[in-house]
């Protein structure tokens, strides 16, 4: 018997960790008007593309119970406790579903042992708290330690991001409280972050250039202040960018910075062009 980690494809987790860790990742899906498919399924590469292409915004749907159903009870059948963490109820409703297949499982298998967490977030602020259960799990802790790892991580958490255009988040209503952006005549590069779940803003500046110095500063505040855990580097189909800003976080961080693009369900809501950050401190992150 062991404890699996189980989360879903909007952690963007790279792969190599994955199966490093034996996470086991549910696929979101994405619909366009004439094809529908699970994110893990195809590549960036063609999904961008097709965006691109495409008169219309795809819609992205979470795992189907059926789904979450027959994943949990393979674990349950090989004698598995499960931890399962969800992008925010906010913005699916994946964690829902898992909770509604959790319940069925444990009337079938009223032994079985499931936690269910709502992340409050998504991308790698999600794929932390994951990565940390994960580890916890890997030197056999308990059950309980293992979400309170998850749990813990995402205390300390953030997740930083500027969009190239707010159009996908107000066509996708995954705004938060940025919708007051939207009526305003200035051209401006928000500077994003996910709190108590949605979107929500940490500033407003003219340029992207200075956008992205603003974003650096607030992280080098939060790590002078709280210490750094770790730290990852995003994009949306902006490689060039994410490369430079990964190099300004690793003169920062004093580390090598990973790349992680982020792929079509949050691609989706946020459009091309988008670079940010994720990261931890070493204590919980008070802002």
């Known amino acids: 018997m062991a404890i699996r980690v189980v989360t ?10 994955q199966k490093q860790y034996d996470i086991t990742v549910v696929p979101l899906s994405v619909t366009f008007e004439d094809e529908s498919f699970k994110e893990t399924d195809v590549s960036s590469e063609y999904f961008y593309n097709k965006l691109a292409k495409s008169n219309a915004l795809p819609t992205s749907s979470q795992p189907s119970v059926h789904d979450l159903y027959s994943i949990f009870e393979n674990l349950v059948k090989q004698n598995h ?42 991308s790698m602020q999600l794929g932390f708290a994951a990565l940390a259960a994960a580890k916890e799990a890997a030197v056999g802790n308990c059950i309980r330690d293992v979400v309170e790892a998850a749990i813990n991580n995402m205390k300390r958490s953030r997740f930083i991001f500027i969009p190239e ?33 949605k979107t929500n803003v940490i500033d407003k500046i003219r340029t992207k250039k ?16 709280f210490g750094l855990g770790d730290v990852i580097v995003h994009h949306i189909q902006n490689e060039e960018e994410a490369k430079s800003l990964a190099e300004t976080i690793k003169e920062i961080a004093g580390k090598k910075v990973q790349i992680c693009p982020i792929g079509p369900v949050v691609g989706t809501h946020v459009g091309p062009g988008a670079i940010g950050i994720t990261y931890y401190t070493e204590k919980e992150l008070l802002i």
Do not use: C, Q, W
Not at 8 to 17: L, M, Q, V
């Open 165 to 197: 255009t707010l159009e996908y988040l107000k066509k996708g209503g995954r705004i938060g409280s940025a919708k007051a952006l939207l009526s305003s005549v200035l051209k401006i590069k928000p500077i994003l972050t996910v709190s108590d779940g």
């Open 210 to 225: 200075r956008a992205v110095t603003k974003m650096t500063n607030v992280f080098y505040d939060n790590i002078k202040t």
């Open 81 to 122: 406790d499960i931890v399962a963490i969800f992008i925010s109820s906010e913005m699916s409703g994946a964690y829902s579903t898992a909770l509604l297949a959790s319940n069925m499982i444990l009337e079938k298998h009223p032994n079985a042992s499931i936690e269910i967490i709502d992340s409050g977030s998504t």
């Open 8 to 17: 879903d494809s909007t952690s963007y987790i790279p792969e190599k960790i």
